[in-house]
Structures are given as C-alpha cells and as structure tokens.
C-alpha cells in the first residue's frame, strides 16, 4: 500500500467515525425531542384552562396598562407649556448601508458546487464504455443540481467525495486526500451543531423537570399551584377594569 491510498484509507476511517458519531448524536436528539414534546404537551393538557385564564388576565392588564399611559399622554397635552412635536427626524444622507456579504457557507457551497460539476464531465467518468459515461455523468449532474440548490453544504460535501470522486479517473485521485479534509471539517461542524442543540435542549426547564421528576404529574400538580396563585394576583389587578 503506498503512502496515497494509506492516506485515503486513514481518511476513511475518520469519516466513517465521525458518520457513526453523528448518527449516534441525531438518534440521542430525536428521543430527547420526543420526550420533551410528549411532556410538554401533557402539561397543556392538564392545565390548559389555568394557561388560558393567565393568557386572557395578562392581555386585560397589558390592555390596562396601555390606556393609562395613552391618558397621561392626553393630559400633558392639556397643559401649558406643551407642545405637539412637528417635525420629523431628518434621515442621515451621509450614511451608506453596507451591502450583506455572502454568508461563508454559501461561498464555500458554490466553491465546491462549481469543482463538482467539472468532474462530472463525460471525459472524467471511468466507467465501461461512452454510453455509460455520458449517462452516468447526466445522473451525478441532475443529483449534484439538486442538492445544490437546497443549501445543504454537509450533503453536498459528502456527495463530492464519496460519490463523484469515486467515479472519476485514478489521476484526480492524487488530489482527493486535500478535498477529504474539507470533508472531515464539513463532518465535524456538523456534529459540533447536534452537540450544542443536544446541550441546548439538556439545559431547558422541560428537560430539567424530567430528569428530577420520577413521576412527572408531581411537577404538574406542583405547577397548577403556582399558576392559581398568579391567576388570583392577576385579578386582584384587573378586578376594578371590568
């Protein structure tokens, strides 16, 4: 085995680690969602009609609220030395937005969108006879134009390397252990991003009741409580405007 294919197969391993570890992340994600969602709803459920008292009282005294600051208003209006604000804000001429630059992933996607469809040419398909090369090579073209114009850099990284490069010729096969790398770092953003949503989620209130609770109706039983408690202040607040 020369030093190429050792660096390919090295690269291989890697890839199919981080495969794995991202497989084992999104599987470990959708059970936390599920469960999460599941209890969530169980809660509305359960207390849906103290959620929809608090709703209805807080909009009443946010309501309230409101109408006595629009009635201040009117009285400084009334008042000598008031004056109505007549003009307006004159916009800064001088002042040039800056034009939005490209997110780096959307360049990164064009860059390597553009690569993609080079290797997708007749010419450098290594497969049995003309016939086949040119319908191979219009089969990678249609998957390449559609994973393209969804966005997905991950899946567009993925297809390049393991998909068109393993049927382009043994020549351009000296360059894929660079292109390999970007596939790795394109891998482990990923799975940094179900590391930090998994995280997101472990620290959220939900999943924090449930890993306390042994039986989450406790909690629910715990909760409405709390709300009656805030129904009754927010009547107390609202009893005089209706």
Do not use: C, W
Not at 141 to 152: E, F, H, Q, V
């Amino acid at each position: 085995m020369n030093k190429l294919q050792k660096n390919l197969s090295l690269n291989d391993t890697v890839n199919d680690q981080l495969q794995h570890q991202i497989t084992m992340l999104e599987k470990e994600l959708e059970q936390l969602k599920s469960k999460t969602e599941q209890f969530e709803m169980l809660v509305r459920r359960n207390l849906y009609f103290e959620i929809d008292q608090i709703a209805k009282l807080s909009e009443l005294y946010k309501q309230h609220k409101k109408e006595k600051k629009n009635k201040r208003r009117e009285q400084k209006k009334r008042g000598k030395n008031y004056k109505e604000p007549n003009q307006l804000l004159r916009p800064n001429t001088r002042f040039k937005p800056v034009p939005k630059s490209e997110p780096e992933s959307q360049i990164e996607l064009k860059r390597i969108y553009k690569e993609a469809v080079v290797q997708v040419h007749p010419d450098k398909i290594s497969q049995f006879n003309e016939v086949d090369q040119i319908q191979n090579a219009s089969e990678l073209t249609a998957r390449l134009n559609s994973i393209y114009k969804s966005g997905d850099l991950d899946e567009l990284v993925y297809f390049y390397h393991h998909v068109i490069l393993t049927n382009s010729s043994d020549d351009y096969l000296q360059f894929s252990k660079v292109d390999d790398k970007l596939k790795i770092d394109s891998l482990q953003k990923k799975k940094e991003r179900l590391q930090a949503e998994l995280e997101k989620i472990k620290q959220s209130y939900s999943f924090h009741i449930i890993d306390n609770y042994r039986n989450p109706t406790d909690f629910i039983d715990e909760l409405r409580l709390q709300f009656i408690d805030k129904i009754k202040q927010l009547e107390k607040r609202t009893r005089k405007i209706k």
